[in-house]
């Protein structure tokens, strides 16, 4: 299979059942790395940084930044294309029965139904968010054939990433708390702690 075709079969499976919002994308970006080796956790991390900094939707510009760093520009576009083709597809679908859908008890079930499905995705999603940024705990998925149990691994001698922690908490303080500064524009506390990590980054701290 070229990797333009598994690119859009990818982010077409994850466009049609991340039910929730972007963050939901994410347990299956995750699988999407382990399987296909085209990025670590790590580098997933970094990927949604950039996404939450950007404009648009997380998810689609999460399928663009994987896709550029596959398989560069047509990549990109190949992966957000397969990331939204799903949505189109439905929404056409209920646009062309709207009315029926509008007052159907099956529908209103199904959307209940997934109610906890997509709380649960974004729930293992913020989990593995804090375990990556707060913590030094890795999370390795079991080879093929080995169960589905996840081990869980110390990267460093300390629990917790203080540099995360104190950053998060200073954050939260300027957010909340400083008055002269909690009504800053949100790009603003994300440029400065882009700023941050570049310091911390290259200057060894």
């Known amino acids: 299979m070229s990797v333009y075709l598994q690119l859009f079969w990818e982010f077409f499976k ?73 949505s189109i597809i439905v929404i056409l679908i209920i646009a062309a029965m709207l009315k029926k859908f509008r007052d159907s008890k099956y529908v209103n079930d199904a959307f209940y139904g997934l109610r906890p499905a997509s709380t649960g995705l974004i729930g293992a999603a913020c989990v593995a968010v804090i375990l990556e940024v707060l913590t030094t705990v890795q999370v390795t998925s079991p080879a093929a054939g080995e169960g589905i149990v996840k081990s869980f691994q110390l990267a460093g001698g300390s629990l917790l990433n203080w540099r995360g922690l104190a950053l998060a908490a200073v954050l939260v303080v300027l957010t909340n ?9 949100p790009i603003v506390f994300i440029g400065l702690s882009a700023v941050v990590g570049i310091v911390f980054h290259f200057g060894g701290v």
Do not use: Q
């Not at 999460?62 to 397969?82: D, E, N, Q, R």
């Open 14 to 86: 994850t466009g049609l059942f991340a039910v929730g919002g972007g963050l939901a994308t994410l347990p299956f970006l995750k699988d999407i790395g382990e399987t296909t080796g085209w990025y670590t956790y790590t580098e997933l991390m970094n990927m949604l940084a950039v996404s939450e900094s950007t404009p648009g939707p997380i998810g689609i510009n999460m399928a663009t930044y994987v896709g550029f760093t596959v398989a560069g520009v047509p990549g990109a576009l190949i992966a957000t294309i397969g990331e939204v083709t799903p």
């Open 177 to 185: 708390c400083v008055k002269k500064v909690k009504d800053w524009h």
